[in-house]
Structures are given as C-alpha cells and as structure tokens.
C-alpha cells in the first residue's frame, strides 16, 4: 500500500492507494497533478516508474512510497515565521527599553555611590583637621602639617598623587613627595594617609616616597 502525503497550511493529509491497481494509480496521479498545478519543484517517491517519470517531480531514492510537498510547508514555515516576528516585535522594543532603563540605573547607581563614598571621605578628613587646617582646606582645597621629625612644612592639596609638597617659610614649594597608600581609596582617605604619615612618622613615610621637581615661582 501506497501513502501520498499533502501538506499545506491546515497540515497534512495521507492518502492511501494501491500503486499496483491501475485505477486507484491514475486517482493518485490525477490528485497530484491538481494539488502541484502551482508548484514548479516537488519532492516524491514511488516504486512505480511511472511515477518517477513524472516531469514535475524531482525523485529522492528511499523515500518510504511517500509524496511530500516542501513547498505547501515551505509557505506554512513562512507564515508562521512572520506571525511570530510581528508578536516579538513589540516584546523586543520592551526588552530594549528595558535594558536602557537598567543600564541608566547602574549608572546612576554607581555615581551615587561614588558621590557618597567621596563625601564620607572628606567628612572622615574634616574631623581630623585642626580649625586652621579646616580654614584652609575650605578656603584653596589645601592644608599645611609639621613634619614630626624634622620640623618641615609640607603642603597636602586635595588630590590621590603627586600632592605633597615641601614649602619654605614664604610658603612657596620646595620640592614634590609621593608617597599613598595602597588600595583603591578616594581622595579624602588619601589626604588623610599623607597627614597621619607625616604628623606621626614623617622621616619613614619620606623614606618610601618619590621625589619630585616643582616649579618655584620667581620673585616679583
């Protein structure tokens, strides 16, 4: 028994048929030629010559005594691939507008949290200033300490690197010392490093650091 196979998009239909009965054949073939009237490349199988002479029909050996018609499903793959772009349009704008709200909270998150981190700092420095440190540091972003050791005066501006500098009595810059502490800290707790250092051990903290040429400004 024979099986000729239709698909198309309400599915698939089987027909079963004799292909040895010469009548039930001619019905098949008959069924074939008004079902692929409008298909130029089909694909089918049959033992019968006959069959496979067919000038529409493009045979695949070892088909199982089926006819199958790619084309109908070729359509019905289509219409279904369209249905389901046009539903995920409208999801994936969704989507997109979603991960651009996300990506905008991050940010904003992220600057919040380095803002408060910045201004913990700051206030953790302030409560370590004398009032005249606190005048300055309000006034130029800068404050003045006394090396413990040596009795020098060094000049720590609101920075992370390359902020100390070693001032004479006029209060103009001697020459440049880096020296921070490791970690990834903010510039208020840097500050505070670079103050504790010297106030409490300068000629160690001096001992480690980087000097550096500064520019001295000439007398007028």
């Known amino acids: ?7 198309d998009h309400t599915g698939d239909t089987r027909h079963y048929f004799d292909a040895d009965d010469t009548k039930e054949f001619s019905k098949a073939e008959e069924r074939f030629k008004a079902l692929t009237s409008d298909f130029r490349w089909l694909y089918g199988g049959c033992s019968d010559r006959r069959w496979r002479s067919h000038r529409n029909a493009v045979v695949r050996s070892g ?27 409208p999801i994936g704008r969704l989507l997109a507008e979603w991960a651009r ?27 370590w200033l004398s009032p005249e ?8 972003r800068y404050f003045d300490v006394i090396g413990c050791d040596s009795g ?30 490791t970690g990834n800290l903010v510039a208020g707790d840097v500050v505070l490093a670079q ?24 007398r007028s």
């Open 1 to 7: 028994m024979a099986t000729q196979i239709v698909m």
């Open 63 to 89: 088909c199982g005594r089926n006819i199958v018609l790619p084309t109908a499903c070729r359509r019905l793959i289509i219409m279904i691939a369209q249905r389901l772009l046009t539903a995920t349009r």
């Open 101 to 127: 709200k996300v990506q905008a909270l991050r940010e904003r998150h992220r600057e919040l949290f380095e803002d408060t981190k910045e201004a913990r700092g700051v206030t953790l420095l302030r409560e």
């Open 133 to 140: 440190q606190q005048a300055q540091f309000d006034a130029d």
């Open 152 to 181: 020098k005066r060094y000049r720590i501006r609101y920075g992370c690197s390359t902020n100390v500098h070693e001032i004479d009595g006029d209060g103009r810059s001697i020459v440049g010392w880096c020296f921070v502490p």
């Open 195 to 218: 103050k504790i250092a010297l106030e409490t051990n300068e000629l160690r903290a001096l001992a480690v650091a980087n000097r550096f040429p500064v520019e001295v400004p000439r």
